[in-house]
């Protein structure tokens, strides 16, 4: 099954942190990126740009909305995601407890519906 893995954390807080820290983190998110993959899991990961950067569209009564950033009441933001295959959701909670941020933040584990008629790779 697959599980997505959205990794939440304070950008405020990361971006207190010493360059050399948000690179080690980085790095240690790639490294778990290898290793998930040789144990064939790995399906697609990333960090996100800051919400500041992000756009938010509803749509109403047929009408499009877009409003700049984020505005939902949290003080963490989604900074990225593991798109992984697990076997059950255990094994989905090992990988998320090995994703760096989760030292800073929170991980979410979600299982991913299976649906036909959608394109493939």
């Known amino acids: 099954m697959k599980y997505m893995l959205l990794v939440h954390h304070d950008e405020a807080l990361f971006g207190t942190f010493s360059l050399a820290r948000q690179q080690q983190m980085l790095d240690e998110s790639v490294a778990l990126t290898h290793q998930i993959h040789l144990a064939g899991q790995y399906l697609s990961a990333s960090p996100l740009l800051p919400a500041s950067t ?22 963490e933001q989604i900074a990225g995601y593991f798109l992984i ?36 790779d």
């Open 85 to 120: 295959e697990a076997k059950d959701l255990d094994a989905a909670i090992a990988i998320a407890k090995r994703v760096p941020g989760a030292q800073i933040g929170t991980v979410e584990v979600r299982p991913v519906k299976e649906i036909t008629g959608l394109p493939k």
């Open 54 to 75: 992000a756009a938010i569209v509803r749509v109403r009564d047929g009408k499009g909305f877009v409003t700049d950033g984020p505005f939902i009441e949290t003080r």
